[in-house]
């Protein structure tokens, strides 16, 4: 049998806090929703995803209105079980890896847009054996303090 995973919505809420101008610790929850193909053939029912995450992040100013940064994190995915026209494969959560990089500019003192993007190596889905890697392409709104 043969899974494929395409492409989904994920929402998320992500924040940091930053001890120096450079150096912070945050996290991020998120949820995705993403089709299936078995076999060739599209799923009815969509493979669901909650992310946990937490570690350090980086930011650095490239100017007063642009800020670059990335993260490196480590947490836990939930699968929901996800019943398909061949058999039922049942969610197998477990620990994950991601990382991520961002380009942030800054509208007004404590409002910014952010374009990010973020790689996760997270568990198995089902029997199958392979770890899952995701790439999230990201527009976000952020609260700057």
């Not at 992500?14 to 991020?28: N, P, S």
């Not at 089709?35 to 930011?59: C, F, H, Q, T």
């Not at 392979?130 to 527009?139: A, E, I, P, Q, V």
């Amino acid at each position: 049998m043969r899974t494929e995973l395409l492409a989904g919505p994920t929402v998320g809420v992500q924040g940091a806090w930053f001890a120096t101008t450079y150096w912070g610790v945050g996290g991020r929850v998120a949820c995705s929703n993403l089709r299936v193909k078995v076999n060739g053939v599209g799923e009815k029912d969509n493979l669901e995803i909650l992310s946990l995450y937490a570690g350090p992040y980086v930011s650095y100013p490239l100017s007063m209105r642009w800020q670059v940064g990335s993260k490196l994190a480590a947490g836990y995915e939930l699968y929901k079980a996800l019943d398909t026209h061949v058999r039922r494969i049942e969610g197998r959560n477990g620990f994950s890896v991601g990382t991520g990089l961002s380009a942030t500019y800054l509208a007004t003192q404590n409002l910014g847009v952010r374009f990010g993007t973020d790689y996760d190596c997270a568990p198995p889905l089902g029997q199958s054996g392979g770890r899952l890697h995701k790439l999230t392409f990201s527009l976000e709104i952020a609260a700057v303090f």
